[in-house]
């Protein structure tokens, strides 16, 4: 079988909100992103990935949407669309739009139609249930379940006209679709196949390991100290799960060429991704599993702790070996729901935030697997100074807050020093393209604050300067383009005890690759085998000066090339 274009792939992510601004409203659009094409070409990605921009109230930035197919007016029109996409063709890219099908917006018509009455016709595309037996509806416990929302609270809201409730595993304005129904599916999939009959290239599918229920809804196991029960186990790669994928790729996908479909899949084991992604199977390309960005929290993800860089390893190592025979990884350290990560796992002080961003990008692009570039970690952009709750904007920053500091008492000072770290609005503060005020983003107010740190960290700057992480991520992807043993070599952790080295080889038909990288702002000797061989090796990028006896200096990434026999 012919190897997927995908597997030689690099996927850029577009947060079309944060991206930039043609319009001077404060919020970025299409025709902003049309503007910005040639930088996401110039960097050589083949895929741009556009998080929501159909019409939506926007309480969950898009990822509420309330018409599946059109363009939300602040964003523009399908018209802008139809040039946007051409666009990204004529440079020889594709164009992957998010698919948010799990749940629609309150504020979709199929919705409000469903809450007009119990006998509506649409009654049941929703997950409706009377209230828990021998409890007044509308009253504390008397939810079906006691499940908890992603964003707090009660995973049901109580719909007073009808006295039943309707279940949202994220926010209220989120119902979750009812895949039960063979109606739901059909319009799902019609709606689907409009949008690449308009030539768009596949689907980055949200939270579409939700999309199958234990139907019949047990209560979940309550923590201690816990507000509600844990409703995952229970909606969470369900029963039905690989059956509906599996039918969305006959009524979708089957016949058609080139796409690239990915489902985003928190929680998903390598076991079952392995069968998500194995090509015999039918149902998506690759998913992203969230193992490497949830390996600095515990239990609660509101609790932080330090990362151990062995802990990375383990997991990523385990993912690599899982996927080598049967399926695909993705690879990713950054998008619209996660952190920094040149905050997170490297330094952001003026001293290492390149070296470190650099470091952290090439071990992550040197993996087997299709690495996804989130919009300004190619200018190595960093986390939001944030000062208080009123800087925030995410409906799960403030949700948070809400439950933490008013219900269980937590202090807001400690709270607050979570949020900086951990908030999703770290990664939606606008796009960094130049010096000017609001960094080029807009000529307006934008609708989430500007980092004070634009005047360094930039696109133009990063463009001008041959030494920027820029250029560095522009290197690593066309690495990828020309050397198969980036796509395609086998992976053998090395040194997987070790807390401060980061390092691997690749291994493809006669050429062996070794990556290497130090997570530390102190030099490290690497205690490699055979260090005189790979030290003599072909050296083919690295971001400080070499030494000739593999000591890294702090935040140096190594990456080496040498001929070995088969
Ligand atoms: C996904 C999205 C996230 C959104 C959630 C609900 O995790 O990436 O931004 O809040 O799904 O749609």
């Known amino acids: 079988m012919d190897n997927p274009w995908w597997h030689s792939a690099v996927v850029y992510q577009i947060y079309p909100r944060s991206f930039a601004d043609a319009d001077g409203d404060g919020m970025g659009d299409l ?12 960097l050589g990605a083949d895929v741009v990935w556009l998080s929501p921009v159909y019409p939506s109230p926007q309480d969950d930035n898009g990822y509420d949407i309330s018409d599946y197919q059109d363009i939300e007016p602040v964003f523009g029109t399908l018209a802008d669309f139809d040039e946007l996409l051409a666009g990204v063709h004529e440079r020889g890219m594709r164009l992957v739009m998010d698919l948010v099908v799990n749940h629609s917006s309150d504020e979709h018509q199929w919705f409000v139609e469903s809450r007009s009455s119990k006998d509506s016709p649409k009654r049941d595309w929703y997950w409706w249930r009377p209230a828990r037996e021998g409890m007044e509806p509308g009253t504390p416990g008397a939810e079906p379940t006691n499940w908890g929302s992603v964003f707090g609270g009660s995973a049901w809201e109580y719909d007073p006209a009808s006295g039943e409730y309707f279940l949202h595993i994220f926010s209220r304005k989120q119902p979750d679709l009812n895949w039960e129904n063979p109606e739901v599916r059909d319009a ?19 939270v ?45 996908f089957a016949g058609r060429d080139a796409l690239l479909t990915v489902g985003e899949m928190p929680g998903v084991t390598v076991d079952e991704a392995v069968l998500y992604t194995d090509p015999a199977r039918k149902e998506v390309d690759m998913v992203f599993n969230f193992d490497h960005v949830w390996a600095d929290r515990g239990a609660d993800p509101w609790l932080l702790y330090p990362l151990r860089l062995t802990r990375l390893k383990a997991i990523f190592a385990r993912w ?17 729901d996660q952190p920094r990560v040149v905050s997170r796992y490297g330094d952001d002080s003026p001293q290492w935030r390149e070296r470190s961003a650099k ?20 200018l190595g952009m960093t986390n939001y100074p944030f000062g208080s709750i009123a800087d925030f904007r995410d409906i799960e920053a403030l949700g948070h807050y809400a439950q933490a500091v008013d219900h269980e008492g937590r202090q807001p000072a400690d709270v607050l020093t979570v949020l900086r770290a951990r908030s999703r609005d770290n990664a ?40 920027s992480v820029y250029h560095f991520y522009r290197r690593l992807i066309a690495l990828r383009h020309e050397e198969p043993a980036v796509v395609y070599g086998d992976f053998t952790m090395l040194l997987p005890q070790d807390e401060r080295l980061y ?40 971001n400080a000066p070499a030494s000739a006896d593999l000591v890294l200096e702090p935040w140096q990434v190594v990456i080496y090339r040498r001929g070995v026999t088969r």
């Open 428 to 467: 939606r503060t606008p796009m960094q393209w130049d010096d000017s005020p609001q960094a080029g983003f807009t000529t307006g107010t934008p609708w989430l604050a500007v980092n004070p740190n634009y005047k360094d960290i930039n696109a133009v700057a990063a463009v001008a300067d041959q030494e």
């Open 359 to 378: 470091m952290l990008g090439a071990v992550l692009h040197l993996h087997r697997g299709t690495p996804y570039v989130y919009q300004g970690e190619e």
């Open 31 to 42: 025709r902003g992103i049309i503007d910005h094409l040639d930088h996401i070409a110039g």
């Open 208 to 252: 579409i390991d939700h999309i199958s229920k234990d139907t019949t809804l047990p209560d979940g196991v309550v923590r201690p100290g816990a507000p509600y029960g844990e409703g995952g186990p229970h909606y969470l790669n369900g029963p039905r799960n690989h059956e509906f994928l599996q039918e969305m790729h006959r009524r979708v």
């Open 503 to 542: 390092a691997y080889t690749r291994r493809f038909e006669g050429v062996e690759l070794l990556v290497i990288g130090n997570f530390t702002g102190e030099p490290v000797r690497a205690d490699i085998d055979e260090a005189g061989a790979w030290s003599a090796a072909e050296l083919l990028l690295t």
């Open 320 to 336: 690599q070996a899982g996927l080598a025979e049967t399926g695909w990884n993705s690879l990713y350290w950054n998008n619209h």
């Open 188 to 206: 799902v999939y019609a709606m689907m196949n409009w949008w690449l009959d308009r030539g768009v290239d596949g689907f980055r599918m949200d």
